[in-house]
C-alpha cells in the first residue's frame, strides 16, 4: 500500500493551491483520509480529515479557507487551499487509515509530503 501525493508549490498570500493524494496497493478498505503539515521544529499537526462517510474536520486555524474532499471509489483525497497565509507554509502529508486484503485490522500509512510556500 502507497500513498502517491501531489500538487503545492509556491504562492503569494491570499492565493491558492491544492494538494492531491491517491492511495494504492491491496486495499481492502479506507477509513479516514486527510493532511497533517508540518514545519521545521515544530510537531505535525492535523489540517483536515475526512471519514469514509464523508465527515470532516478542519483545524481552528484553517476553517473557511480549506477545504477537504474524498472520491471512495478512487481511494483519493484532495485539499483545496484557499486565502493562503505565509504560516500555511510547510510540508503537507497525507494520511490514510488503511485495512489491506486478508488483514482485520487498522493500519496507518503517510504519503511522501509535498512542500507548500506562501510568500508574504
Known amino acids: 500500500v502507497q500513498l502517491q501525493a501531489s500538487g503545492g508549490g509556491l504562492v503569494q498570500a491570499g492565493g491558492s493551491l491544492s494538494v492531491s493524494c491517491a492511495a494504492s496497493g491491496d486495499i481492502f478498505s479506507v477509513n479516514d483520509m486527510g493532511w497533517y503539515r508540518q514545519v521545521p521544529g515544530k510537531q505535525r499537526e492535523l489540517v483536515a480529515v475526512?471519514?469514509?462517510?464523508?465527515?470532516?474536520t478542519y483545524a481552528d486555524s484553517v476553517k473557511g479557507r480549506f477545504t477537504i474532499s474524498r472520491d471512495n471509489a478512487k481511494n483519493t483525497v484532495d485539499l483545496q487551499m484557499n486565502s493562503l497565509k505565509p504560516e500555511d507554509t510547510a510540508v503537507y502529508y497525507c494520511?490514510?487509515?488503511?485495512?489491506?486484503?486478508?488483514?482485520?485490522?487498522?493500519?496507518?500509512?503517510w504519503g511522501q509530503g509535498t512542500q507548500v510556500t506562501v510568500s508574504s
Open positions: 494520511y490514510a487509515a488503511i485495512t489491506r486484503r486478508g488483514f482485520r485490522w487498522l493500519q496507518e500509512y
Open positions: 475526512a471519514t469514509r462517510g464523508g465527515m470532516t
